[in-house]
Nanobody, 116 residues
């Protein structure tokens, strides 16, 4: 299993921007599909954005046009650029790495709070 470490969370005002990073170690990063999930207060964990090894991307409807997922295989890092943030984006954001035969790994999560 790979290890994932997220960073970049914090407190931001509505309409602001944040970029989350997730550094992966212990495996062949380019062979993993990567994703960002979030879990808000009292809510189930949900997929926010995902990118497979071929570069195909999917977004939750609630973040389309505001969030962008990208990966840098040379740095073993996946990013989530978030803009036009809303209070309902407040959640713990988790990085996920999925390999077709090895399985799935999760990061420890990073808190994003959108509030004035």
């Amino acid at each position: 299993q790979v290890q994932l470490v997220e960073s970049g969370g914090g407190l931001v005002q509505p309409g602001g921007s944040l970029t989350l990073s997730c550094e992966v170690s212990g495996g062949s990063f380019s062979l993993y599909a990567m994703g960002w999930y979030r879990q808000g207060p009292g809510k189930q964990r949900e997929m926010v954005a995902a990118m497979n090894t071929g570069g195909s991307i999917a977004y939750a409807d609630s973040v389309k046009g505001r969030f962008t997922i990208s990966r840098d295989n040379a740095k073993n890092t996946v990013y989530l650029q978030m803009s036009s943030l809303k209070p309902e984006d407040t959640a713990v954001y988790y990085c996920n790495a999925a390999h077709f035969s090895i399985g799935t790994s999760w990061g420890q999560g990073t808190q994003v709070t959108v509030s004035s």
